[in-house]
């Protein structure tokens, strides 16, 4: 059936270290995915929309240098963190939605940097 | 801008007892969800509603749509332990994007 597959799972970093999340959709072609980050406790918080073969669209605050989206192909988005600092730290979370919908996401990706 | 309030943000319960999560929404919305969050996981899909009076159930767990109230509940029924968790919703408009309430954080005391 269909799966939004995020990888890695976990990451520690240094700073001033670049960090790449994947997420993928399996069974499914995704032309859109959304990338979340979710602090402790907190409600997950919409950082961009990636659109399969253009660029990303990122809400208000979120820096476009600092959190680099590409959506290569139908199944495969990646946002890398470049050059994390401790504040970056956070739960990353995608999401993609096939035909029915369903709104699926991914793992998640828990993001420390030291 | 869509907002979308869930309350009680927190909610502790007896085993046994029925209770009701709110979600209101402001503005007209496709689609409302309604997930499930464990500690340290990701988000676990419970329900999709669709259409005005929509009403889903699956075990202990029902959820409502009043698309004209901009309102969804879900509603637990002789809550067990294994139901505590983080319950979100969030509803999606334009282009698919989806915004999430804040979440209430459900504890089941024995």
């Known amino acids: 059936g269909a799966v939004v597959s995020q990888h890695p799972s976990r990451v520690i970093c240094k700073s001033g270290t670049s960090v790449k999340i994947e997420c993928r959709s399996l069974?499914?072609?995704?032309?859109?995915m959304f990338w979340y980050r979710q602090f402790p406790k907190q409600s997950l918080m919409l950082m961009a929309t990636?659109?399969?073969?253009?660029?990303?669209?990122?809400e208000q605050g979120v820096e476009k240098d600092k959190f680099l989206i590409n959506h290569a192909s139908l199944t495969l988005s990646t946002l890398t963190v470049t050059s994390a600092h401790p504040e970056d730290s956070s739960f990353y979370i995608c999401?993609?939605?096939?035909?029915?919908?369903?709104?699926?996401f991914g793992q998640g990706t828990r993001l420390t940097v030291v | 801008e869509l907002k979308v309030e869930q309350n009680p943000l927190f909610l502790s319960m007896q085993e046994g007892k029925n209770y009701t999560i709110y979600c209101n929404y402001s503005t007209t919305s496709d689609r409302l969800y309604w997930y499930r969050q464990d500690p340290g996981k990701s988000l676990e899909s419970l329900f999709v509603?669709?259409?005005?009076?929509a009403v889903k159930q699956e075990g202990r767990l029902m959820a409502s749509l009043d698309t004209k109230a901009r309102l969804s509940t879900l509603h637990i029924t002789a809550a067990v332990h294994d139901l505590s968790a983080t319950y979100f919703c969030?509803?999606?408009?334009?282009?698919?994007?989806?915004?999430f309430g804040a979440g209430t954080r459900l504890t089941v005391k024995p």
């Open positions: 969030a509803v999606t408009y334009n282009n698919n994007d989806m915004r």
């Open positions: 990636s659109n399969e073969g253009s660029k990303a669209t990122y």
């Open positions: 999401s993609a939605s096939p035909r029915v919908p369903v709104g699926l």
């Open positions: 509603l669709l259409s005005n009076g």
């Open positions: 069974d499914f072609q995704a032309t859109t």
